[in-house]
């Protein structure tokens, strides 16, 4: 087990095994989201009470699940660089940040979209909204850190540091809807519990939500990889396989 | 389908700007994202290519 956890800590050996996997997440993510949005879109029924608009939840809840499960995946990877000083987990740190700055971006845009038929506007500083808001800052600034001081060591323990303080707010953002009860309306998509919506609902809810989560593996995978070689371009492995 | 016809598809029930606009940002981010970063890879590769002919020279 940690012999095979070590290889994988390998940046060559990370680098010619995970090549395989980006057909592959090419594929299902497109064939899932495009499945998704066609569920979503054109079959599932509208809401009695907020008619066709709810068809904006198959993109923004999907786009808010990632934004927060891609931060507490970077603050793990933060965690691993910091404790075991692995050069990959701060490589991934640093790859996963743009990514999931924009996920964020797009979760707030669309729920702004959302939020103006609504709510009657496109932007309140309800305690989920702003919380989230400072998902985004934090994503800004581990990559601000990371890109600081130009690529030096010290620079990504910072990072990695400013991501595992970051950890915090997660909590903040799942339970807002419940602490300071605002306009944000409360989850209705738990893990543990029943849909209180129906399949029709739910199925391309879920559809939407694993293929989001295959696109960003697809969209991590490939700025890792990017910048792997990156980063070993004078090793002998890259340089060998420049040659090819 | 829960559209009777095209028209009420593209109607959106009084909603359509915000739910296609919701849906052409999503395309717009997780397809652009990934454009990007193929086209840097590439564009990396490129530039590795002339800087060893350059130091090969």
Redesign the interface.
């Known amino acids: 087990m940690w012999r095979w956890l070590h290889q994988w800590g390998s940046p060559k050996f990370f680098y010619h095994r995970s090549g395989a996997l980006i057909p592959v997440l090419a594929l299902a993510s497109g064939l899932i989201l495009g499945a998704g949005v066609f569920w979503g879109l054109l079959i599932s029924p509208a809401d009695y009470q907020q008619g066709e608009s709810v068809r904006i939840m198959y993109v923004h809840v999907p786009a808010a699940i990632l934004a927060q499960s891609s931060y507490a995946m970077m603050a793990v990877m933060a965690l691993i660089s910091l404790i075991w000083r692995l050069k990959i987990a701060d490589a991934a740190v640093q790859t996963v940040a743009p990514i999931g700055a924009c996920i964020t971006l797009l979760a707030l845009a669309t729920g702004s979209l959302w939020g103006k038929p609504m709510w009657g506007t496109y932007w309140v500083w309800d305690a989920r909204l702003t919380s989230t808001l400072i998902l985004f800052f934090l994503f800004a600034g581990v990559l601000a850190l990371r890109n600081a001081a130009g690529q030096s060591q010290t620079a990504g323990r910072a990072a990695s540091v400013l991501a595992v303080i970051g950890l915090l707010n997660l909590p903040i953002i799942k339970y807002s809807v419940d602490w300071w009860f605002t306009l944000h309306q409360p989850a209705s998509f738990t893990l543990t519990e029943r849909p209180a919506m129906p399949f029709s609902m739910w199925g391309p809810l879920l559809m939407m939500v694993v293929g989001f989560y295959a696109w960003f593996f697809l969209a991590w995978l490939i700025r890792l990889r990017h910048e792997l070689v990156k980063r070993e371009v004078r090793s002998d492995w890259v340089q060998q396989m420049m040659k090819q | 389908?829960?559209?009777e016809s095209i028209t009420a598809?593209v109607a959106?029930?009084?909603?359509a700007t915000?739910?296609f606009?919701?849906?052409g940002?999503?395309a717009l981010?997780?397809g652009g994202?990934?454009w990007a970063?193929?086209r840097?890879?590439r564009a990396?590769?490129h530039r590795?290519?002339s800087v060893?002919r350059f130091e090969e020279a």
């Open positions: 389908m829960s559209f598809f959106m029930g009084g909603y915000y739910v606009a919701s849906y940002l999503t981010t997780l994202l990934l970063e193929s840097r890879h990396w590769l590795q290519g060893r």
